[in-house]
């Protein structure tokens, strides 16, 4: 079970990666766009990062709630009000919830999705963060109907993320910046779709270790 000290040490494991990784992030983004999706992360998780010390989360939707208004006024570019949008979401569906589990998560994830969707105005198949959530969360719904132990399903719903990313490079950009490209954003792996890999890692991590 997750707890709002299990889901604070989690929001800076994320901060930790995404800032570890902002190069690799603005390299992906160097291809396909600005070169800006690592520093936008950045400078978002940096923040989050000072405002986790400096708060007394009173439960896990203040938690949540408080990364997600941070991310919509420090990240900036399309993805910024995007992954706020992921972390309102994720504070709506933990609301009188003191502990996170799997029908939580799961909640969380399906709610994150539309969100992010009806922002983005974008689905499946556009070459975006999408091409990753949504995978990783269909096969963990999946695993879970067909009764898989927790860990499992983790561990393949993660796989499924990754190959996200990599199906990302498969395809043609039809949102977002790299829309701008067309069939010259072949070949690249989407920077938000890396980003959103590390993310779920991270709370796939954080489930896993219970
Ligand atoms: P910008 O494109 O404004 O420079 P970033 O570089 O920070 O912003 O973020 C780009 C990422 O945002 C893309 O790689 C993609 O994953 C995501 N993105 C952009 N537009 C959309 C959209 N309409 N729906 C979903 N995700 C999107
Ligand atoms: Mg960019």
Known sequence: ?????????????????????????????????????????????????????????????????????????????????????????FADQCKDVSEIDAQVYENMLGAAIEGIKKRGKSDAGCKTMLDVWIPYYDTLKKEQEGGADLNDALATSLQAAKEGFEYSKTIIATKGRASYLGERSLGHGDPGAASTVLILQSFTDMLQEG
């Not at 902002?22 to 950045?42: P, Q, V, Y």
């Not at 400096?54 to 910024?80: E, N, P, Q, R």
């Open 1 to 89: 079970m997750v707890n709002k000290d299990k889901v604070i040490q989690v929001i800076g494991s994320i901060s930790d990666v995404i800032i570890e990784n902002s190069e690799r992030l603005n390299d992906l983004d160097r291809a396909i766009g600005d070169a800006d999706h690592g520093i936008n992360m950045k400078r978002g998780f940096e923040k989050v990062k000072v405002t986790l010390d400096s708060t007394d989360f009173t439960d896990i939707t203040h938690a949540f709630k408080t990364v997600g208004m941070t991310l919509l006024t420090t990240v900036g570019g399309a993805s910024g009000p995007l992954y706020a949008t992921a972390f309102l979401k």
